[in-house]
Structures are given as C-alpha cells and as structure tokens.
C-alpha cells in the first residue's frame, strides 16, 4: 500500500524518540577500553621487573630507556625508565618481550600534550606513585 | 475554574482595572489593543526561543542523541546563548547585493507571519479581530510572504540564493492551491469562514473525524508552505547552502529564522482551530488547551521533518499538482455531496 513505508518510518523515529540515547557524554563518561587496546602510556609494574632491558631491545624506535644498577645479592635493579611515548608507534612488541610481564598498557587514550617534552615518561615515578599514574608533571 | 482562569476574563478584569485611571473609554481600548499587540509579538518571540530548543531536543532524540544539555538545566538556556551569539554577530552585506530590497526581504517576510496571528482564537473571545473572513484572511496573509523569499533570493547577488528563491516561489504556489482546497471542506461543513464559528461548529465532534482527508492534505502542504523537510528544497543545506539565506548574517538571518517559526507555529495554531476543536475542551483552561493541541502539531511536524528525507524539485511539483490537488478536489467534491444526502435525509 502506499505510504506504509512512510508510517513505518514514522514508527522507527518515535521508537526512538522514546529509546535509549547512545551518547556518551565525553568528559564525565569514558568508555573503558578492550584489553587489548594499544595506546596511551606504558604502565610499569616494579614488583616484576627484572631489569633485563628485553624490552629496550624490542622496540624498533628505541623508545624506552632504561638504565640499571647492579644490586645486592647480584640481582639488577633499575635505575630509571624513561618510556619516549612520541616516538612509540604502539607495536606493541615490548609488552610481548617482557618475560614477567612487567609491562602493560593504561588504556588511556587522551594522549594530547602542550609540550614536547611531557610525552616523555619517567615509568619509575609513575609506578611509585600508582595513585594518578602520572610522572611527568 | 475554566472560566475564571479564561484569557477574556483576564482581559475585563485588565480593562475594569484601567477604567479607574483612565477616564477616556477610547484611551482604554487602544491600551488594550495595543497590550493585545505586544502579548502576540511576545508569543512570536518565545515560541521562535522555544521551539529552536524543542526542535534540537527532538530531533536529537529521534537520532538517539541527547541533544543541547550545557547551558542552563537540560540545556534549556541554549536558545537563549544562541540569540545572544546572533546579536553579537558580525552584520556583512554582499558588495554586489541589491541594497534596498535586500535590506527589506528579511523584515517584510516578518510582517505576513505576525499578521497572520490576528485572526487565532487562543480561547473563548479571546481573538485579536474576529473577521468574518477569517480563514480567508490567514490564507490571503499568509501567501504574502513568498514574495520576501523571491526578493532576499534575488538582491543576494548569488546564483544558489536565487535559485532557492525561485524554488519557493514554485513551491509556495503550488501547495497554495491545495491547501486553500482542503481548508474549504472544513468552510463547507461550518459554512462561516469566522475563526470563532469554526471552533463553535467543533464543540461535539472535531474535523479530524469529519475530514481527515482534508487533515492530511492540509498537514502536507502545510509543511511545504512553512518549507520545512521532506520539502525543504528552498533552503536543502546540501544543494544550495541555504537558499535565500545564505548571504545574510547575525540580526537579519535572526529575524528569516524567527518568520520561519512563526510560519510553523501559525500552521499549527490554524491545524488546531480548523481540526482539532480549537481550544475547547474539558477541565483546562481554553488557552491551555489551544496550547497544548498547538503543542501537538508543532511535535508531528517536527516527527514527520526529522523522519523523511528530502524531495527532489519534480517530485515535489509532481506530487504538489497530480496528487494532492485532485485528493483535494475529490474530498471538496465527497464533503459537498455528503452535506446534500445529509440535508435530503433530514
């Protein structure tokens, strides 16, 4: 019949005048994302790591700089990770080298800074205090 | 209750109040007129703030967004932000414009959607001036305000401008003609073109029920007369950015946007009065309810403009000529009919 298309469009449109809303509303609300999400800030779990620098060695733009010191009972320690996140390109090959699994990442995507400098990350610092999880400021 | 809360109520008890100061009879009837006036000037003005809110509110819904939420409590302050932003706005004029006419277009397409409102029964008594031609009047004003579009379209100086001015001028004739047709239906049944006799003839049964193929005609091209989507051709953002309006800027694009509310309110208020019984009904005061039925429209309106996509030109005027002027015609041609079986039968 004709016009049935017409008050069945008119259907939807009130279904969703009465529906659900999709908005998320940004700043307040966030998605959290998948686990596997690639991006923001590599979080550093000191009570793992081994300072072996596998790490380091992975990655293709040499974006992480650690520096270790030997310890007691011949064991190694670190002594400052700096994480570049400007040159990271997110390949993700440094979580995957890290054989304690050490690694990980925020899941933060809000990544824009003002200043060249802030996107490096000082992890050490970060992990010490794990209650913002921020090192840089 | 619903006559002691009535907008002529107000009125006498407004008018008993001013005939203590003024002595003049004269004086107090221009006082009243002129407050007459200015309460429509202010419904014009709120009803373009409110409804540029309802209508991003509504459409937003209908696309499951939420829709202007920042200024003020649910975002109500936004129209408010909006015409202040509008104000502030720089006022540019296209060096090759035709100054006068483009200067005019904006205020003369104002004049017929405000003049318009004269002739509305927003309740019992309650009419600025109740001609005996009313319906005739709204729709003699009314087709005034194609020609400001033609004019704004032409003195812009831009080849987009005049074709969406052109666009109106087709558009506007074309669905005059069936919308005087199925308002002649309901002017058959009552047989008094006086808004007021209209309402008075709806106090059992409303014309939706006795017309409802004259409500549907009327509901259409009302919507091509206050070009508003699927027949927003005039303005189609994506063809011709915005037709007539595209060259003008804060103040002036303010008052096109305001005429243009004004236009959809005017369609809503005279839907109510022709087939929605006007502002009767129970319990609620008469304005209340013309409001409320108002309301009603605006929101089908709005439903039907965020649900259908755009015509093109042809099938516009295809539609506007082969379809909905013979319905027209054929509903005139039923009603006439039936008011003579029903007259020969008793």
């Not at chain 1, 990544?111 to 996107?119: A, D, G, T």
């Not at chain 2, 309740?123 to 020609?147: C, E, K, M, R, W």
């Amino acid at each position: 019949m004709l016009g049935k298309g017409l008050l069945k469009g008119m259907r939807i449109t009130f279904k969703r005048f009465l529906g659900k809303k999709v908005t998320v509303q940004y700043p307040e609300e966030k998605i959290p994302m998948s686990p596997r999400f690639r991006g923001g800030e590599l979080e550093l779990d000191m009570e793992k790591c081994i300072a072996c620098g596998l790490c380091a060695m992975a990655c293709p733009n040499k974006a992480i700089q650690l520096t270790s010191v030997m310890g007691e009972n011949k064991k190694r320690r670190l002594a400052s990770y700096i994480y570049h996140s400007g040159r990271c390109l997110y390949c993700n090959l440094c979580v995957e080298a890290c054989p304690t699994k050490a690694l990980n990442w925020d899941r933060n995507y809000e990544n824009s800074r003002y200043f060249r400098r802030q996107l490096d990350v000082d992890c050490l610092l970060s992990s010490q205090q794990s209650g913002d999880a921020e090192g840089r400021f | 209750m619903q006559e002691s809360m009535g907008l002529f109520t107000i009125a006498t008890i407004l008018r008993e109040i001013m005939s203590q100061y003024v002595s003049n009879p004269q004086w107090v009837d221009l006082f009243m007129a002129l407050i007459n006036i200015g309460g429509i000037f202010t419904l014009i003005s709120m009803a373009a703030i409110v409804l540029v809110y309802a209508e991003r509110k509504i459409s937003a819904y209908m696309q499951m967004r939420i829709g202007p939420n920042r200024v003020g409590l649910w975002g109500t302050l936004q129209s408010v932000a909006d015409m202040i932003k509008l104000m502030s706005k720089e006022d540019i004029m296209p060096i090759g414009a035709d100054k006068w006419m483009w200067v005019l277009a904006p205020v003369l397409l104002f004049i017929p959607s405000a003049l318009v409102y004269a002739v509305f029964p927003f309740d019992q008594h309650a009419i600025f001036a109740d001609l005996n031609i009313g319906i005739f009047y709204f729709l003699a004003v009314a087709s005034q305000s194609t020609l400001p579009f033609l004019m704004a379209g032409w003195a812009s100086n831009n080849k987009y401008s005049l074709l969406g001015g052109m666009r109106t001028v087709a558009q506007m004739l074309s669905y005059e003609v069936p919308i005087a047709f199925s308002i002649l239906g309901v002017v058959m049944l009552v047989g008094s073109m006086r808004m007021s006799d209209i309402v008075a003839a709806q106090q059992d049964v409303w014309f939706i029920c006795l017309q409802p193929v004259a409500f549907v005609v009327y509901i259409i091209a009302a919507i091509a007369e206050t070009n508003r989507a699927p027949f927003d051709l005039v303005e189609s953002e994506s063809e011709l950015i915005a037709g007539p309006f595209t060259e003008y800027s804060g103040m002036r694009w303010a008052l096109f946007f305001l005429a243009e509310y004004a236009n959809l309110l005017a369609a809503s208020a005279i839907a109510t009065t022709l087939f929605l019984g006007g502002w009767s009904g129970p319990w609620l005061p008469g304005w209340l309810w013309f409001l409320l039925k108002v309301g009603l429209m605006i929101f089908l309106f709005m439903w039907l403009r965020w649900t259908f996509p755009r015509l093109r030109v042809d099938q516009l005027m295809t539609f506007g000529w082969k379809i909905l002027l013979p319905v027209a015609l054929g509903n005139v041609l039923i009603t006439g009919i039936g008011i003579y079986t029903y007259k020969f039968l008793g």
